[in-house]
């Protein structure tokens, strides 16, 4: 199985920006769309984001404006920008390579914002 290395999470404040980063293999990275999805207390894990292998892109709309995926192919690395950041995204955030059904899951690496 493909390792997905997740970094990036922490804690900020309300407002704050953060940027998640992971790191898969190259032949991985090259032909499956990558997304991230995250998980908060007690709630259902849900997509926030997913970026194609020819860089299409999708957001859930609780994120839209506020976060930016992408990818750098030569670094084998897709990127979640977060920006403007709301108590209510804290969770935590899972890489996966693949889709949902089917990908390769990274371990996840916790967000929190609070004051």
């Known amino acids: 199985q493909v390792q997905l290395v997740e970094s990036g999470g922490g804690s900020v404040q309300p407002g704050g920006s953060l940027r998640l980063s992971c790191a898969a293999s190259?032949?991985?990275?090259?032909?499956?769309?990558m997304g991230w999805y995250r998980q908060g207390a007690g709630k259902q894990r849900e997509l926030v984001a997913s970026i194609s292998s020819g860089g299409s892109t999708f957001y859930a709309d609780s994120v839209k404006g506020r976060f930016t995926i992408s990818r750098d192919n030569a670094k084998n690395t897709v990127y979640l920008q977060m920006n403007s950041l709301k108590p209510e995204d804290t969770a935590v955030y899972y890489c996966?390579?693949?889709?949902?059904?089917?990908?390769?899951w990274g371990q996840g690496t916790q967000v929190t914002v609070s004051s």
């Open positions: 190259r032949i991985i990275f090259s032909i499956r769309p």
């Open positions: 996966n390579a693949g889709g949902a059904t089917s990908g390769i």
